[in-house]
């Protein structure tokens, strides 16, 4: 069983939608959260970082963890085509475990 | 700025050739990681080194050796490889192990 799990998706919403991507993690160990970004044929790009429950906000994108019930969140407000892309998330001990990553295609 | 480059970007191999991948980073950093990407299977660490002259193994570290000879090199080698080896191979590096990870774009590894 990996220690992270995400929904492969593919995941395909209209311009201007929220997206909404989650993960779980087995690894109570785990410290900092990450969300990365990757576009087709590119290496992955890091889009968000944290390292406690609750929320972060960046621009148009909201990063939610709870390590209680070790859920991994991301939103998308306003989402552009731009966003096509396939997104992974990962937790870190010492070094990073990644789900599967969720591909997402924003329709213009 | 390059940043974390990979040499090759493609290469097209018969089941028992060997052959070495190349990564370079020229941003200083202790930490190097090789990756595998597979449909489905996310990406998966394969070996790491925390510093110059360090290896170690990752989740799926058989069939493959890695160097560190220099701090701003890491060589991923396969002696004989496998079709289930074809996969996209990324590299990546950090300042330390709680940091960002910056890869490179992606080496293309086909095993006929």
């Known amino acids: 069983q990996k220690e992270v799990e995400q929904d492969p998706g593919p995941l395909s919403v209209p311009e201007g939608a929220i997206v909404s991507l989650n993960c779980t993690y087995s690894n109570s160990a785990f410290q900092y959260f990450m969300w990365y970004r990757q576009y087709s044929r590119k290496g992955p790009e890091l889009l968000m970082y944290t390292y406690s429950s609750g929320n972060k906000e960046d621009g148009r994108f909201t990063a939610q963890v709870d390590k209680s019930s070790k859920y991994i969140s991301l939103f998308i407000r306003d989402s552009q085509p731009s966003d096509s892309a396939t997104y992974l998330c990962a937790g870190n001990d010492y070094k990073l475990s990644f789900g599967a990553g969720t591909t997402v295609t924003v329709r213009a | 700025n390059a940043g974390v480059t990979q040499t090759p970007k493609f290469r097209v191999l018969k089941t028992g050739q060997s052959m070495t991948l190349l990564c370079a980073q020229d941003?200083?950093?202790?930490?190097m990681y090789w990756y595998r990407q597979d449909p489905g299977m996310g990406l998966r660490l394969i070996h790491y080194?925390?510093?110059?002259?360090?290896?170690a193994k990752g989740e799926v570290p058989d069939g493959y050796n890695v160097s560190r000879l220099k701090k701003q090199n890491f060589l991923l080698g396969l002696e004989s490889a496998a079709p289930s080896q074809t996969s996209v191979y990324f590299c990546?590096?950090?300042?330390?192990?709680?940091?960002?990870?910056?890869f490179g774009e992606g080496s293309r590894l086909t095993v006929l």
């Open positions: 941003m200083n950093h202790e930490y």
């Open positions: 990546a590096s950090s300042y330390n192990e709680a940091g960002e990870l910056f």
């Open positions: 080194s925390v510093g110059e002259g360090t290896t």
